[in-house]
């Protein structure tokens, strides 16, 4: 991995570089951020750089035999640490039992949670953790000579999942052997060790700019610049977010919409039904990311209506959409009880509500809301 593989976060691999070149890269590092911010890619694009031989100021060379082996997660000098189950009885649970699995799921999956991991090592049903005996193989492989003569890098996924065994590691955090590197990447860091924590250098990385995940989804995933922009702008800074949104929307939603307020405003209630219907057959992040959809367009129209001329950062024939409604005059408080009719639904949907019944239920409170009546509670 690439700093350049790491969607956006510009500023701090920037601040790593620089780091590196003053010699006052810190060896034990904490790189905290929001899931779907790039912590784990990070960490290991560092790993790669750390280790390069042929680096450059901007970036490990990608080319050479360190940097080829470490893509691959394969360098006998890149320690690699993450929550685990136990793999056979009788077998210590350390992480190097499913090494191949997480080669595997990290070349499919970069930006994936602990969760999906789990499901991919199918374990979803037991608690991943981090076990003394890792942290002793840890100990026992970091005080180990290198095996290529370069540097050694441990990349610590989700310290989180250490419990009071991590403190076996303290002593290796607060004096590594010489060239020795540790990378811890986290999301929570009020769920790490106390001791752990204030003995390693944070890192911290703010969502992403929508702009970065528009880029990304179009360079990456060939998504045309519209539904780049719709799904960016809804993830609001995870690369994990955005695919998913990315993935679950391949029919056009803006027609849905369309359709959603014709029905509102026209009284049409046998498309609101069919709507209704339609979307409760969708998977439950389809139906998610299209009500957060809406909530974004009418956020815009409220912003719209009070920033008087100012342009709304939409694609074009959204933004349009959006002036329409602002034409319409709609007091902003129909917005706002719309807004937190739909923000509720996808609440419950969230829960696994049943999904029929909230849809249909939203569509009848919002149809309420634009025709002026009462709720009936
Ligand atoms: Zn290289």
Redesign the pocket.
């Known amino acids: 991995m690439r700093f350049g593989d790491v969607v956006g976060q510009q500023e701090t691999k920037q601040g790593l570089i620089r780091m590196w070149e003053h010699n006052q890269l810190p060896h034990a590092i904490l790189i905290t951020g929001a899931e779907g911010t790039g912590g784990l890619p990070l960490g290991l694009a560092l790993a790669q750089y750390i280790m390069?031989?042929?680096?450059t100021e901007t970036d490990?060379?990608?080319?050479?035999a360190?940097?080829t082996k470490i893509t691959r997660l394969e360098h006998a000098d890149l320690h690699l640490s993450f929550p685990s189950t136990k793999w056979k009885e009788r077998h210590p649970t350390v992480s190097r039992n499913y090494i191949r699995e997480f080669r595997e799921f990290v070349k499919q999956t970069p930006y994936g949670t602990v969760y999906e991991w789990l499901q991919f090592i199918e374990a979803e049903n037991k608690q991943g953790n981090l076990s003394a005996d890792e942290c002793n193989e840890i100990l026992e492989r970091l005080n180990l000579k290198t095996y290529e003569g370069g540097s050694k890098v441990l990349v610590m996924w989700r310290p989180e999942y250490l419990g009071k065994e991590g403190n076996k590691l303290l002593k290796m955090i607060e004096e590594p052997p010489a060239n020795t590197f540790l990378i811890f990447v986290a999301e929570q860091p009020e769920d790490i060790l106390a001791t752990i924590r204030s003995r390693t250098q944070t890192i911290k990385l703010p969502p992403l700019k929508t702009n970065d995940i528009a880029d990304a989804l179009i360079r990456r995933s060939g998504t045309d610049t519209l539904q780049a922009a719709r799904v960016a702008a809804l993830a609001m800074g995870s690369y994990n977010r955005a695919l998913e949104y990315n993935h679950s929307t391949e029919n056009d939603l803006f027609e849905d919409v369309r359709k959603l307020f014709n029905g509102l405003y026209k009284n049409n209630g046998v498309d609101l039904t069919s709507l209704s219907e339609d979307w409760s057959k969708k998977g439950r992040e389809q139906q998610k990311f299209a009500l957060l959809y809406v909530v974004h367009l009418l956020e815009n129209a409220l912003r719209h209506t009070y920033l008087g001329n100012q342009p709304v950062n939409l694609p074009q024939v959204e933004a349009d959409f959006v002036s329409k409604l602002v034409a319409m005059h709609i007091e902003a408080e129909s917005i706002a009880a719309m807004v937190d009719t739909i923000t509720n639904t996808i609440y419950y949907i969230e829960r696994n509500a049943h999904q029929k019944t909230q849809m249909l239920a939203m569509m009848i409170r919002l149809h309420y809301i634009v025709q002026r009546k009462e709720i009936p509670v």
């Open positions: 390069c031989e042929h680096r490990s060379c990608g080319v050479c360190n940097c």
